[in-house]
C-alpha cells in the first residue's frame, strides 16, 4: 500500500510537472510569434479613423501598430495624446474600441531608456522610406534604413516601392528617403519618371519635409554617390531639407557624416553586408530624429 501512494505521488508529480511545461510552451509560443508592423496615418482604414475620432475627438495621434501575427491579427494599437495625458487604444479590424489604457507609466519608462525627453510637442513623425529595386539589394538597404527610423522615439517608418507610393503617403509624410540602384551611373529611368511626376504631376507640396538618399551599385566607382547626390538634389530642388547618416570613432571624439548610405554589390563584395547596413540605418536614425526635432 505504501508502495503504491509512493507511485501514486510520483505519476501525480510528473502529469503536473507535464502540464506547467505544456502551459508554459504554449504561452512563449504565443507571445513569440505576436508581431506588430508601424502604420502611417494616411494608411489607416476609414473604420480605424472614425474610431479614434469617436473616442478621442480632441487627440492626436503619435503612433500607431497594427498586429500581422498573434492573439489578435488585423488589430491596431494607437497611442493618442489628449492635453497631458497619453492613451493606448485597441482597435479591432472591424472598428470597435476594444480597450483603452492611460500610459504615463510607459512613456516614462520609453523616455529613459531611449535617453531621451518625451515633451508636449513630441508628436508621431511619419518616415517614408521609398525605393526602387529589381534583385532586392536596395530593398535590402530600405528596411535597414526603417530599422534606424524605429529606434527613435516618436517616429514611424513605412517602407513602400516608388511605383506604390501615393500622393496621400507623400503629404502626410514628415521625411523621405529615397533609394534605388545605379543604373548607368545614374538614377534609373523608370524610378526617376516616378518621382518626376509626384512634383510635376501630383502637385505634391514636399516644403521643409526632411529627406535623405541611400544607393547601392555592383561596382566600386559605379556611380552610387553620382545617384545619391541626384536623389537628394531632387530634394533640394522641391524645397526639402536634406542629411547624410552620422558617424563617430571609437573614442565618441570625432564625428563626420556622409552625403548618404550605400552598398557594393557586385563580384568584388557582392551583395549587401553588415556595414553596409549599418550605414542605411544610421541614415534613417538621423533622418528621423530630425524630423522629430522639426515637428
Ligand atoms: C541596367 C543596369 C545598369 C547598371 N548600371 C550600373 C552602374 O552604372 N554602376 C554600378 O555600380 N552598378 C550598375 N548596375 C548594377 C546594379 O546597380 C546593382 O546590381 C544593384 O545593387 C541592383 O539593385 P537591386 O538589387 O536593388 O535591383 C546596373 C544594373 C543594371 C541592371
Same mark, same amino acid.
Given at each position: 500500500?505504501?508502495?503504491?501512494?509512493?507511485?501514486? !505521488?510520483? #505519476?501525480?508529480? =510528473? %502529469?503536473?510537472?507535464?502540464?506547467?511545461?505544456?502551459?508554459?510552451?504554449?504561452?512563449?509560443?504565443?507571445?513569440?510569434? +505576436?508581431?506588430?508592423v508601424?502604420?502611417l496615418?494616411s494608411e489607416?482604414?476609414?473604420? #480605424?479613423?472614425?474610431? #479614434?475620432?469617436?473616442?478621442?475627438?480632441?487627440?492626436? #495621434?503619435?503612433?500607431?501598430?497594427? +498586429?500581422?501575427?498573434?492573439?489578435?491579427?488585423?488589430?491596431?494599437?494607437?497611442?493618442?495624446?489628449? $492635453?497631458?495625458?497619453?492613451?493606448?487604444?485597441?482597435?479591432?479590424?472591424?472598428?470597435?474600441?476594444?480597450? @483603452?489604457?492611460?500610459?504615463?507609466?510607459?512613456?516614462?519608462?520609453? &523616455?529613459? +531608456?531611449?535617453?531621451?525627453?518625451?515633451?508636449?510637442?513630441?508628436?508621431?513623425?511619419?518616415v517614408l522610406i521609398a525605393y526602387d529595386s529589381l534583385t532586392g539589394n536596395t530593398e535590402r538597404m530600405a528596411q535597414a534604413v526603417a530599422? &534606424?527610423?524605429? $529606434? %527613435?522615439?516618436?517616429?514611424?517608418a513605412a517602407v513602400k516601392r516608388v511605383s506604390k507610393v501615393t500622393r496621400e503617403d507623400l503629404?502626410?509624410a514628415?521625411?523621405i528617403v529615397l533609394g534605388c540602384p545605379?543604373y548607368?551611373?545614374?538614377i534609373p529611368g523608370r524610378m526617376k519618371t516616378v518621382i518626376?511626376d509626384w512634383?510635376?504631376?501630383?502637385?505634391?507640396?514636399?516644403?521643409?519635409?526632411? !529627406?535623405?538618399a541611400f544607393a547601392t $551599385? !555592383?561596382?566600386?566607382?559605379?556611380?552610387?554617390?553620382?545617384?545619391?547626390?541626384?536623389l537628394?538634389?531632387?530634394?533640394?530642388?522641391?524645397?526639402?531639407?536634406?542629411? !547624410?547618416?552620422?558617424?563617430?570613432?571609437?573614442?565618441?571624439?570625432? @564625428?563626420?557624416?556622409?552625403? $548618404?548610405? &550605400?552598398?557594393?554589390?557586385?563580384? @568584388?563584395?557582392?551583395?549587401?553586408?553588415?556595414?553596409?547596413?549599418?550605414?542605411a540605418?544610421?541614415?534613417?536614425?538621423?533622418? =528621423?530624429?530630425?524630423?522629430?526635432?522639426?515637428?
Amino acid at each position: 500500500m505504501k508502495l503504491k501512494s509512493g507511485w501514486l !505521488g510520483a #505519476i501525480l508529480v =510528473a %502529469v503536473g510537472l507535464f502540464t506547467m511545461l505544456v502551459v508554459i510552451g504554449c504561452a512563449s509560443e504565443a507571445a513569440a510569434q +505576436e508581431r506588430k508592423v508601424s502604420v502611417l496615418r494616411s494608411e489607416l482604414p476609414a473604420v #480605424i479613423k472614425k474610431a #479614434i475620432e469617436e473616442a478621442f475627438p480632441k487627440g492626436q #495621434i503619435i503612433r500607431i501598430e497594427k +498586429e500581422v501575427e498573434g492573439e489578435d491579427p488585423g488589430q491596431y494599437d494607437v497611442d493618442i495624446r489628449l $492635453g497631458a495625458k497619453e492613451y493606448e487604444v485597441e482597435i479591432s479590424p472591424e472598428g470597435n474600441v476594444i480597450e @483603452i489604457k492611460e500610459m504615463t507609466a510607459a512613456r516614462g519608462d520609453l &523616455g529613459s +531608456e531611449q535617453g531621451k525627453k518625451w515633451t508636449d510637442s513630441f508628436g508621431q513623425v511619419d518616415v517614408l522610406i521609398a525605393y526602387d529595386s529589381l534583385t532586392g539589394n536596395t530593398e535590402r538597404m530600405a528596411q535597414a534604413v526603417a530599422e &534606424g527610423v524605429k $529606434g %527613435v522615439p516618436g517616429a514611424v517608418a513605412a517602407v513602400k516601392r516608388v511605383s506604390k507610393v501615393t500622393r496621400e503617403d507623400l503629404e502626410a509624410a514628415d521625411a523621405i528617403v529615397l533609394g534605388c540602384p545605379a543604373y548607368y551611373a545614374n538614377i534609373p529611368g523608370r524610378m526617376k519618371t516616378v518621382i518626376d511626376d509626384w512634383s510635376w504631376r501630383m502637385k505634391v507640396d514636399f516644403t521643409d519635409k526632411v !529627406g535623405g538618399a541611400f544607393a547601392t $551599385g !555592383g561596382g566600386q566607382m559605379g556611380g552610387k554617390e553620382h545617384v545619391v547626390i541626384s536623389l537628394l538634389l531632387f530634394m533640394i530642388n522641391n524645397r526639402m531639407v536634406v542629411a !547624410g547618416p552620422l558617424y563617430q570613432d571609437e573614442e565618441g571624439q570625432d @564625428i563626420w557624416a556622409e552625403a $548618404g548610405a &550605400g552598398a557594393m554589390t557586385g563580384p @568584388i563584395d557582392p551583395g549587401v553586408g553588415p556595414k553596409e547596413l549599418d550605414s542605411a540605418s544610421r541614415l534613417g536614425e538621423r533622418v =528621423a530624429r530630425l524630423a522629430v526635432k522639426l515637428e
